[in-house]
T-cell receptor, first 110, second 114 residues
């Protein structure tokens, strides 16, 4: 199964962009990358997903490298409420099994 | 929008007992997932339902675990002969047909096996 690798933790100043990297070097050609976040004591929350092209929605932007071996989630103006664990996730083709890694604990500092 | 609900929110049981958890997905969401999460780890996939059909089950799931979704609405997860290693948060998520990439998670059921 494809796996993802993320830094364990990151800090970001409030109002600045938070850039969260993810390595997924074993991803297959038709495998999407998904990002979710989990605020303490809550269930994970969907943020964004992509295949090849960069994606943007009201929450974040997703930049995927041309070789698709890594991606970066960008929160353009981080707020204190963005403090959470961010998961980069893949789903092997032909399955419904979403593989979460250990995630990046983002702390937004005032 | 009531969201995904799970009951009970907390369960303490003695080793060897059976436990059953319930998940009520968002109305008309035809896809339902169960995950297990231990401290410091990401959610770990357990099983997936599309309507009432269980289409995938993790190889990590032992025979002591069983899940059902009899009418394609609520789902139950049963653990028989609980072990201390079963202590975890059990999360349920649902997603609609038209945007299956977006899973809506419930608050989870925290199981403690003593």
């Amino acid at each position: 199964d494809a796996k993802t690798t993320q830094p364990t933790s990151m800090d970001c100043a409030e109002g600045r962009a938070a850039n969260l990297p993810c390595n997924h070097s074993t991803i297959s050609g038709n495998e999407y990358v998904y990002w979710y976040r989990q605020i303490h004591s809550q269930g994970p929350q969907y943020i964004i997903h992509g295949l090849k092209n960069n994606e943007t929605n009201e929450m974040a932007s997703l930049i995927i490298t041309e070789d698709r071996k890594s991606s970066t989630l960008i929160l353009p103006h981080a707020t204190l409420r963005d403090t959470a664990v961010y998961y980069c996730i893949v789903r092997p083709p032909g399955t419904y099994k979403y593989i979460f890694g250990t995630g990046t604990r983002l702390k937004v500092l005032a | 929008d009531t969201g995904v609900s799970q009951n009970p929110r907390h369960k303490i049981t003695k080793r060897g007992q059976n436990v059953t958890f319930r998940c009520d997905p968002i109305s008309e969401h035809n896809r339902l997932y169960w995950y297990r999460q231990t401290l410091g780890q990401g959610p770990e996939f357990l099983t997936y339902f599309q309507n009432e059909a269980q289409l995938e089950k993790s190889r990590l799931l032992s025979d002591r675990f069983s899940a059902e979704r009899p009418k394609g609405s609520f789902s139950t997860l049963e653990i028989q002969r609980t072990e201390q290693g079963d202590s975890a948060m059990y999360l349920c998520a649902s997603s609609p047909r038209q945007s299956s990439y977006e899973q809506y998670f419930g608050p989870g059921t925290r199981l403690t096996v003593t």
